[in-house]
C-alpha cells in the first residue's frame, strides 16, 4: 500500500484568469501565488481549510464546455470536486446569495448536497453534514442502513 499522509492539491483547467479567481475568492480561496499562469504553471490558491487548488491555463480549446460532464460520451478524467460543507443550509444560502447557480441537488439520509460549476464549468459537490458520501454509497449498494 502506498503510504499517502493526506490530500495535497488538485489541479483545474481554466479559460478565464479573471473569472475563474474571482469566483474561487467569492468561496473563500485567496491567491497565494501566480506559478507563470500564461505558461501554461498554476495560480495557486489555498482555502482557510487548508484545500489548495491550482488553476491551470489558460484552456485553448472547449472554453465554457465540461467534456467529462456536458456531453453524452463519457471520457475518463476527473470529473468533480466535492467539498464537505459545516451547514448545508447557510451554504445553499451563501451560493444563492452570490448568484451562483446551483445545478444539481441530492439528499440521500439527511445529508444534503449541492452542485455548482465554476466560469469553466467544472463541478463542484458542495456535501453538508452527515456520514461521508463514500460511507453513503456503500450503504446504499449493500443494502445496509
Known amino acids: 500500500m502506498l503510504d499517502i499522509a493526506n ?3 488538485i489541479g483545474i483547467r481554466i479559460s478565464d484568469r479573471q473569472k475563474s479567481v474571482a ?4 468561496l473563500g480561496f485567496e491567491l497565494i501565488a501566480d506559478g507563470g499562469y500564461d505558461n501554461g504553471h498554476p495560480l495557486v490558491m489555498l482555502h482557510p481549510s487548508g484545500i489548495n487548488i491550482n488553476l491551470l491555463g489558460p484552456a485553448t480549446f472547449n472554453q465554457g464546455h465540461n467534456v467529462l460532464m456536458d456531453e453524452a460520451s463519457k471520457s475518463p478524467g476527473i470529473t468533480h470536486l466535492a467539498l464537505k460543507v ?3 443550509e447557510a451554504t445553499e444560502a451563501f451560493v444563492t446569495s452570490k448568484d451562483i447557480a446551483i445545478t444539481g441537488r441530492r439528499e440521500f439520509r439527511g445529508t444534503k ?3 455548482i ?3 469553466d464549468r467544472n463541478v463542484l459537490e458542495l456535501v453538508g453534514p452527515g456520514p461521508s458520501v463514500a460511507d453513503l ?3 446504499h449498494v449493500h443494502g445496509e442502513a
Request: aromatic share 22%; charged share 30%.
Open 137 to 139: 454509497i456503500a450503504e
Open 86 to 88: 459545516r451547514n448545508a
Open 113 to 115: 448536497t449541492i452542485f
Open 117 to 119: 460549476r465554476d466560469p
Open 7 to 9: 490530500f495535497d492539491h
Open 23 to 26: 469566483f474561487y475568492e467569492t
